[in-house]
């Protein structure tokens, strides 16, 4: 029986735990918009994130809390049965996998617990700000880009791989 990528659930738990420690401490420790520059081009700044990525439907008026947790539920159950059915053997994706879902359940407990994200990251340049994000956020960021990489670069190789040895034989 071959071994399945959900071995590296463990790093979808070190996610949550990292990104649950970092809000609450930032959620006690800072005023809600209060602000501390770290160094140039990087500021902490505590705000409540009611949307999605960039705020979108933020001002929605509530059901996008219910939506989100709905969605992010849907997508953490499939995470998870894609990381079973997949060989752990598979480290790339399986890494992709474990950042995606700890960064999905760290903001789902945000969501069902307080009804919004907590946020706190904040990248600018001169005058140019990206929005608010967090350690999840993070991790759903990265995971994304190695599954993009795995998808369109690292597939092919596979798949290159898996041609030679059949024209080989």
């Known amino acids: 029986m071959k071994s399945s990528a959900i071995k590296w659930v463990w790093l979808s738990i070190v996610i949550i735990i990292l990104d649950q420690i970092t809000k609450y401490y930032v959620s006690h420790q800072f005023a809600l918009y209060e602000t501390l520059p770290v160094i140039p081009g990087l500021n902490l700044t505590y705000v409540h994130n009611t949307g999605a990525a960039f705020s979108f439907l933020s001002d929605a008026g509530g059901w996008q809390r219910w939506l989100f947790i709905c969605l992010s539920s849907i997508i953490s159950v499939i995470l998870l049965v894609w990381m079973k059915r997949h060989p752990a053997s598979d480290r790339w994706l399986a890494i992709a ?3 995606i879902l700890g960064g999905a359940i760290g ?3 945000d969501r069902i617990v307080f009804g919004y994200v907590i946020d706190f990251i904040v990248i ?3 005058r140019w700000y990206w929005p608010a994000f967090n350690v999840a956020d993070s991790a759903i960021s990265v995971g994304v880009v190695m599954l993009i ?14 041609s030679g040895d059949i024209k080989k034989k």
């Open 107 to 109: 903001n789902l407990i």
């Open 149 to 162: 990489i795995d998808s369109f670069w690292l597939d092919q190789a596979k798949v290159s791989t898996h």
């Open 124 to 126: 600018y340049y001169e």
């Open 97 to 99: 996998l474990g950042l």
